[in-house]
């Protein structure tokens, strides 16, 4: 008889976990719609706010949960039932798309009221480590007493770029294998993500300054 390996255990887990992370990313849109509501309502016409949910797949699942361990392996030697998936914090999530950027602030404000005990787990510019790029916490819905769900709250520009970028280049079709590694396309990356952050900072700039005429 041919022994299982921890990927095929974590498979299995992943399908038997299914049904509660879908409960779990259910509630925590609706628990989200409902609090940024107020802000929603107050929109001008130019501005944005979007909220979506996701399940992560099998695979990424079992991948998140493998680069987390010594050297990006599982250990044959250990006891395959160490694993879980249930250690990982975004097997659920929602994310906040946000334009312009004090609706950001004001989104995450009211979320933070909302989940006070989740824990933050910022993003930051790698070539800046004091330029906060998003929000992100994550913590326990009253769907599931084990399952952590995620909260991410995103500049709408950067958000969509990320969309683009998480296929082509973070979890690339097979062609494209080798991208991540390219140092001329991490450059080109950090250049997209300041050039919206700069866009993004105007605006609001001329915003600020051109208000009482805004309508």
Same mark, same amino acid.
Not at 13 to 33: C, G, I, K, N, T
Not at 84 to 103: H, Q
């Given at each position: 008889?041919? $022994?299982? !390996?921890?990927?095929?255990?974590? /498979? #299995? #887990?992943?399908?038997?976990?299914?049904?509660?992370?879908?409960?779990?990313?259910?509630?925590? $849109? =609706?628990?989200?719609?409902?609090?940024?509501?107020?802000? *929603?309502?107050?929109?001008?016409? +130019? $501005? /944005?706010? *979007?909220? !979506? *949910?996701?399940? &992560?797949?099998?695979? =990424?699942?079992?991948?998140?949960?493998?680069?987390? #361990?010594? %050297?990006?392996?599982?250990?044959?030697?250990?006891?395959?039932? =160490?694993? !879980?998936?249930?250690?990982?914090?975004?097997?659920? %999530?929602?994310?906040?798309?946000? +334009?312009?950027? *004090?609706?950001?602030?004001?989104?995450?404000?009211?979320?933070?009221? &909302?989940?006070?005990?989740?824990?933050?787990?910022?993003?930051?510019?790698?070539?800046?480590?004091?330029?906060?790029?998003?929000? &992100?916490?994550?913590?326990?819905?009253?769907? =599931?007493?084990?399952?952590?769900?995620?909260?991410?709250?995103?500049?709408?520009?950067? %958000?969509?770029?990320?969309?683009?970028?998480?296929?082509?280049?973070? &979890?690339p079709a097979p062609q494209l294998k080798g991208i991540a590694q390219s140092l001329a396309m991490r450059e080109r990356t950090g250049a997209v993500l300041q050039a919206l952050k700069s866009f993004e900072d105007e605006f609001e700039a001329l915003l600020q300054r051109n208000e009482p005429g805004i309508s």
């Open positions: 008889m041919i $022994e299982r !390996t921890v990927e095929d255990r974590l /498979r #299995q #887990q992943y399908f038997d976990l299914l049904p509660d992370v879908r409960r779990v990313a259910e509630e925590l $849109e =609706s628990e989200v719609r409902h609090c940024l509501l107020p802000v *929603s309502l107050k929109l001008d016409r +130019f $501005e /944005r706010l *979007s909220v !979506t *949910s996701r399940v &992560k797949d099998c695979e =990424s699942a079992v991948d998140a949960l493998r680069i987390r #361990q010594e %050297g990006g392996t599982f250990d044959r030697e250990q006891d395959p039932a =160490s694993y !879980t998936l249930e250690r990982l914090n975004d097997l659920a %999530g929602v994310r906040v798309l946000c +334009f312009p950027r *004090s609706r950001l602030l004001e989104a995450d404000r009211v979320l933070r009221i &909302k989940y006070p005990d989740w824990v933050p787990d910022p993003v930051f510019d790698l070539e800046n480590s004091d330029d906060l790029i998003a929000y &992100k916490y994550h913590g326990h819905c009253t769907a =599931s007493p084990t399952l952590r769900a995620e909260v991410q709250i995103v500049p709408m520009l950067i %958000g969509l770029f990320w969309q683009v970028e998480h296929s082509a280049i973070y &979890k």
